[in-house]
C-alpha cells in the first residue's frame, strides 16, 4: 500500500484561508518510492504554512532560507514572510532521506534546521541554483538530477519497508510485538531503525499515520468525525480529544489556528 500523507494547507479550503497558491508535481519514477511530491507555494502577502504531523519530511527553500524540517508530533508552523513570494520544496516520504543522506533523523525531531545538518557536499548551492531557474518545472528538473546522483546503491531494508508497510495498511492500528515477529527483527531493534528511518518510535509513528488518516477522512465528510475516531481505534471521544491535544492547535497564531480549526472537530 502506496501512503498518501494528507495536509489540511494543501486543500482548497486550506489555500483559501491561507492566501496561498499551491503547485504540487509528482516526481519522476526511478524517485517515486523515496520522493512524495515537489512543491511550489506563491504569497501574495506575508502568511504561514502550518504543517499536520504525518511522518514525512521536507526540504523548504526561498530565496533567503534554506531548511530542512525534521519529523514533527505537533502542527509546524512555518512564517511565509515574502510579500508575493515564492517557495520551494521536496516532500519525502517517511524514511525516505536516508536513501540519500546518511544522516541519523531523530536528531532533528520536532526540529527545524539548516542544511548544515548535512554535510556541506550534500547540497551545494541548491537554493542558490533552485532561484536561478526560470520556472517550477526547472526546479524539479534540477532537484531530481542531484537526487538521482545522490541514491545511494543499498535501498531501504526490505524488513523495514515491510514495517512501513504494515502501519500504513492498519491505518496505524497494528500491534508493535506482532509487525517485530513477523518481520524477525526484536521490539528493541524494531525501535532502534524507525528513531533512525523516521525520527520516532514504531508506537509513535503509527500514531502519527492513524491521526493523519483521521484528519482526512473527516475533510472527506464520508461519515461523523467519532464515528471515523472509532473506525480507527480511538476508543471513545475523550481518547480522540487528548491525542488531537497532542498537535498543539492552541499553540498556533491566530491566522493558522482558524485555519486549522476546521479540520480538528470531532465533535459531531
Not at 514504531?202 to 464520508?222: D, G, H, I, P, S
Not at 467519532?226 to 497564531?253: A, C, E, P, R, V
Request: proline share 5%; glycine share 6%.
Amino acid at each position: 500500500m502506496t501512503y498518501s500523507p494528507f495536509q489540511p494547507t494543501l486543500t482548497n479550503t486550506g489555500q483559501g484561508a491561507l492566501g496561498l497558491d499551491v503547485l504540487l508535481s509528482a516526481p519522476e519514477e526511478r524517485l517515486a518510492s523515496s520522493v512524495f511530491a515537489f512543491v511550489q507555494v506563491q504569497v501574495k502577502q506575508p502568511t504561514v504554512y502550518p504543517i499536520v504531523p504525518d511522518g514525512t519530511n521536507i526540504l523548504f527553500f526561498s530565496p533567503c532560507r534554506q531548511s530542512f524540517g525534521g519529523t514533527q508530533q505537533s502542527i509546524l508552523e512555518v512564517p511565509l514572510t515574502m510579500a508575493r513570494g515564492e517557495y520551494f520544496g521536496i516532500w519525502f516520504y517517511p524514511g525516505a532521506m536516508r536513501r540519500f543522506f546518511n544522516v541519523d533523523i531523530s536528531e532533528v525531531t520536532n526540529q527545524v534546521q539548516g542544511l548544515d545538518f548535512f554535510s556541506e557536499a550534500s547540497l551545494p548551492n541548491l537554493g542558490e541554483q533552485l532561484y536561478a531557474c526560470k520556472n517550477f518545472s526547472e526546479r524539479i528538473a534540477l532537484c531530481e538530477t542531484l537526487l538521482l546522483k545522490r541514491v545511494m546503491d543499498r535501498p531501504l531494508s526490505a524488513k523495514f519497508t515491510a514495517a512501513l508497510s504494515a502501519i500504513y495498511q492498519s491505518y496505524g492500528q497494528c500491534s508493535v510485538k506482532r509487525m517485530a515477529e513477523t518481520i524477525g527483527w526484536s521490539h528493541r531493534h524494531l525501535n532502534r531503525q524507525f528513531l533512525l528511518h523516521t525520527g520516532l518510535t514504531v508506537k509513535a509513528f503509527a500514531q502519527t499515520v492513524r491521526m493523519n488518516e483521521y484528519l482526512k477522512r473527516c475533510y472527506q465528510q464520508v461519515s461523523r468525525p467519532l464515528h471515523h475516531g472509532l473506525d480507527l481505534g480511538f476508543y471513545d471521544h475523550s481518547h480522540l480529544i487528548k491525542t488531537i491535544k497532542q498537535h498543539n492547535l492552541d499553540g498556533l497564531s491566530p491566522t493558522a489556528k482558524v485555519a486549522m480549526s476546521s479540520f480538528y472537530n470531532p465533535s459531531n
